[in-house]
């Protein structure tokens, strides 16, 4: 079984930081390219951050780049985000999973609960 544990979100100011990470399980990590995603209310999923299988590549949207750093270790099966200079538009749930070329061949997708980020004054 597919599962992915996100974790590290919270309250932050505008202009703070903060590390998410991403655990996953029940496929071979290593193969496979993923993408950090972020959900606000009211509006479709996004993937905000994009990194090949090896960590070779990066693909970022415009309004996160330059803020936004993602890693993986693909010893532990780990991903993470940096996010820095943080926006009360970043305000979002995050979730980690395979890049959206991979969901798009899968029946059914498993997602996390996802990580609450809220960036507020």
């Known amino acids: 079984q597919v599962q992915f544990v996100e974790s590290g979100g919270g309250l932050v100011q505008p202009g703070g930081s903060l590390r998410l990470s991403c655990a996953a399980a029940?496929?071979?990590?290593?193969?496979?390219?993923m993408s950090w995603y972020r959900q606000d209310t009211g509006k479709e999923r996004e993937a905000v951050a994009s990194?090949?299988?090896?960590?070779?590549?990066?693909t970022y949207v415009d309004s996160v780049k330059g803020r936004f750093i993602i890693s993986r270790d693909n010893a532990k099966n780990m991903m993470y985000l940096q996010m820095n200079s943080l926006k009360p538009e970043d305000t979002a749930v995050y979730y980690c999973?395979?890049?959206?070329?991979?969901?798009?061949?899968?029946?059914?997708?498993?997602w996390g609960q996802g990580t609450q980020v809220a960036v507020s004054s």
């Open positions: 999973n395979k890049s959206p070329s991979w969901l798009r061949v899968e029946f059914r997708s498993s």
């Open positions: 029940g496929f071979t990590f290593s193969n496979y390219a």
């Open positions: 990194m090949t299988s090896s960590g070779g590549n990066t």
